[in-house]
């Protein structure tokens, strides 16, 4: 299984990742997600391909949605009304937002068994391939 090795991540309430030393990353990111979300409830009921797309795009949308209100400015709140500092804020703004894609993503993949990290790595060493602007494309 290859190495792992703890990361530090520096946020407000702290935390940490194992990150696999030969890039399986996204892969123990999966394996959390869906304990989150199993923990939440979000396995209890059956749900379609469509249902996990439809999800993946609200969150597409929030991310536009917070950049068109904020830019890219983190929102979160971190006192309450009365200046009390909020021990779990909820993050807000679109590198909040942009989180929640990747968390739908990789519950998506994980869903539909689809081995994102061997996905993203062929797909990106094709993308090299494919020259400027990938033959002309506008944007
Ligand atoms: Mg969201």
Redesign the pocket.
């Given at each position: 299984m290859g190495e792992y090795e703890e990361v530090r991540v520096e946020h407000d309430f702290g935390g940490k990742i194992r990150v696999h030393t030969d890039g399986g990353a996204l892969e123990h990111m999966a394996e959390e997600v869906k304990q989150v979300n199993v923990d939440n409830g979000w396995f209890d009921d059956s749900r379609t391909f469509g249902d996990d797309i439809a999800l993946l795009h609200?969150?597409v949308s929030?991310m536009l949605e917070a950049f068109r209100d904020f830019g890219v400015s983190d929102m979160t709140e971190k006192v309450d009304e009365e200046g009390d500092v909020i021990q779990i804020p909820k993050p807000e703004g679109v590198g909040?937002?942009a989180a929640?894609v990747l968390v739908r993503l990789l519950d998506t993949c994980h869903r539909y068994d689809i081995d994102l990290f061997t996905e993203w790595r062929r797909k990106l060493d094709y993308n090299k391939t494919r020259g400027h602007k990938h033959g002309g494309k506008r944007l």
């Open positions: 609200s969150e929030e909040a937002e929640d």
